[in-house]
């Protein structure tokens, strides 16, 4: 058992060793690495690159997205150079990098982060016989993304995901941000999302101002999505252009059928009201008009004057059935005599505002059709029209209501077609 112990102990030394070899080698205790390296000399560069391994998510609701990556620092510290006979770089896990002094990069409008530690936190340091370091690690972060839904779902959607040296360290006058390798130094795998597709990608740099520490570098992940339509016409647009054409069957059911054409009227507009609460329940609420929002409501709209359209067929054809019953009841009667009460007939659809007021005879009977003036000549250019104003066509309309379905079979579908020539051709 002693023996047993004693090995662990010498275990537990030697490896105790090998790490004060590693320090002693890079001169760890040597030097106080809470300052950067050239303190209060120049601004140190520090060059980044960055391969995306994935997006995760993107939430319309939250307006934010979830991305994976891969965030490569490069700099030079002079303190951590160390002689080598072959020039050969060093390899070191997390366990170094807590000792040495690192850029202090974070994500500006990031709302969760975090450092992938299975089996091992993803962390790679590597450090050259010259001071120069690459340090790696592996970073999931959810961060904003400030959406405009006014096109939704014939949307693109620009996000960016912002590197910045951390606003309550070094500003501008002590670290420099740089794309290393400038627009190559963004690098992305092979990535399919299930409702955007990835048009393009590409880094950018500028400069933040915060009021009370200065300027600070800033990098640009940006990425520009197009959303997929194809999901949203199955689930959304072809179902609700069902619903449109299907209200539009009570047209041809006789205009009698009452419980057919409720029934139908009232279906539709439910089904139509419960496709508009889905796709408003996975939207954010947004103060201004969204794309779908004009498509679902002019929907809407379509099929529900369908149901207003029979009521006034309905109304119409009692009003009507209702007169020809009292003229039923009537006895003694004609009422095709009652023209020919004052002994001449009135014709309000004829115009003769063409001819003189000074030749027409002061007879009431004068503008009859029988009438005959043969000292007058003939004007030219004068003839009978026939016109019926707009009150003789509303009550023609009231009185045979058989033809509100027959004009409305081909106005509803000349609208509505109308109505999507114009919606597609702007928005998509």
């Not at 170094?96 to 990069?105: A, E, N, R």
């Not at 509100?404 to 109505?419: N, T």
């Amino acid at each position: 058992t002693q023996l047993r112990i004693d090995y662990k102990l010498k275990r537990k030394d030697s490896t105790k060793s090998l790490l004060i070899k590693t320090e002693k080698l890079l001169r760890i205790e040597d030097h106080d690495f809470a300052m950067r390296p050239g303190f209060g000399g120049s601004a140190i560069p520090v060059g980044i690159d960055v391969q995306v391994e994935s997006i995760d998510s993107i939430s319309e609701v939250n307006m934010d997205f979830t991305m994976t990556l891969y965030l490569r620092h490069y700099w030079k510290d002079e303190r951590l150079a160390f002689p080598s006979s072959n020039n050969l770089s060093r390899t070191f896990d997390g366990r170094l990098v807590k000792k040495i002094w690192k850029p202090d990069v974070f994500f500006v409008h990031s709302k969760r982060s975090f450092i992938h530690d299975t089996t091992m936190e993803n962390i790679m340091l590597r450090v050259y016989p010259d001071g120069n370091i690459l340090y790696s690690v592996r970073i999931t972060v959810t961060s904003l993304c400030s959406m405009d839904f006014s096109r939704f779902p014939l949307d693109s959607q620009n996000c960016s995901l912002e590197l910045e040296s951390c606003a309550y360290a070094y500003a501008e006058s002590d670290l420099m941000l740089y794309w290393k390798n400038g627009n190559d130094s963004l690098r992305t795998d092979e990535i399919a999302l299930s409702q955007y597709f990835i048009e393009e990608f590409h880094p950018s740099h500028g400069l933040a101002l915060y009021s009370s520490t200065g300027w600070y570098n800033r990098l640009y992940i940006n990425f520009i999505l197009r959303r997929h339509i194809f999901f949203f016409m199955l689930q959304t647009y072809f179902p609700t252009m069902l619903m449109v054409v299907l209200s539009w069957v009570s047209f041809w059911i006789d205009r009698r059928a009452v419980p057919a054409r409720v029934s139908l009227g009232i279906t539709t507009v439910l089904t139509m009201s419960t496709i508009i609460t889905g796709v408003s329940a996975s939207m954010p609420q947004v103060s201004y008009v969204k794309a779908v929002d004009i498509y679902l409501w002019t929907s809407f709209l379509f099929v529900f004057l369908s149901v207003i359209e029979y009521a006034a067929v309905n109304y119409f054809t009692t009003k009507e059935e209702m007169k020809k019953l009292k003229q039923l009841k009537l006895s003694g009667y004609d009422a095709s005599q009652a023209m020919a009460f004052d002994g001449c007939f009135h014709d309000q659809d004829i115009e003769l505002s063409t001819f003189p007021l000074s030749d027409l005879n002061t007879d009431p009977c004068v503008s009859s059709k029988n009438s005959t003036t043969p000292d007058l000549p003939p004007v030219l250019g004068t003839r009978l029209r026939r016109r019926r104003s707009i009150r003789q066509s509303v009550n023609h309309i009231m009185s045979n209501s058989y033809k509100i379905d027959s004009y409305s079979r081909i106005f509803f579908p000349l609208a509505y077609f109308l109505f999507n020539i114009i919606y597609w051709s702007i928005y998509s």
